[in-house]
């Protein structure tokens, strides 16, 4: 069983889209996230077994191309860790969301598994994903286990081994290329990092 957990957020998209909802819109690294997966490196540097993930979507994999670029290791690219598909809330930001669908946004607060976004992804369906990835990422014999992802996928995953209740979801920031640690035992994990390397401003 992997024994550590490093959980990456892809990097920045965009300023235009900060504080969007960006789910399964499929964007690539603005100039600024590119110079961010790179400072991951010196975080990264393999020094153990490791198995290394990329969510399909463009920006996971080029954070984890830029960043594991110098050690010349495998990035597989597994499908369930896409982000959760906002369907027609995409691209669209909380106070336009509000106006237009705010029935829905309350409902969104208690994060009900019967729970969907307007043409999009049934929260009970996602979460349903996530124990599956979970359920893989336990299963590698492994040292550690790199994975670049996104914000609410790494947010659902700390609730998923710290067997938090799913709503607990919503009270966890996950900043743009930042590195989450957990470190698993047989029955869960604990969580041992949490936005870390996000301070690092350029110079």
Not at 14 to 41: H, N, V
Not at 59 to 80: N, W, Y
Not at 95 to 124: H, M, N, Q, S, W
Not at 147 to 173: D, M, Q, S
Request: hydrophobic content about 40%; glycine content about 10%.
């Amino acid at each position: 069983m992997c024994a550590d957990l490093i959980l990456i957020r892809h990097g920045e998209i965009g300023d235009e889209y900060r504080g969007a909802f960006i789910g399964k819109t499929d964007m690539p690294l603005s100039e600024k996230g590119k110079c961010q997966a790179e400072r991951l490196r010196a975080y990264l540097k393999p020094q153990f077994r490791t198995a290394i993930l990329s969510s399909p979507l463009q920006r996971c994999r080029e954070t984890s191309q830029i960043a594991m670029e110098p050690f010349g290791l495998q990035v597989d690219v597994e499908e369930e860790l896409r982000e959760i598909d906002f369907g027609l809330w995409e691209c669209l930001f909380l106070k336009k969301i509000t106006e237009d669908y705010a029935g829905a946004v309350e409902a969104l607060t208690r994060f009900d598994r019967d729970f969907a976004f307007p043409g999009g992804e049934r929260i009970g369906d996602f979460l349903d994903r996530m124990a599956r990835v979970g359920g893989r990422l336990m299963s590698f014999d492994t040292e550690r286990v790199i994975v670049f992802t996104h914000g609410g996928v790494i947010r659902a995953l700390i609730c998923y081994f710290l067997k938090l209740p799913p709503r607990n979801y919503l009270l966890f920031e996950v900043r743009p290329a930042s590195v989450t640690t957990i470190r698993l035992f047989e029955n869960g994990g604990i969580l041992t990092g949490l936005n870390i390397m996000s301070g690092i401003e350029e110079k």
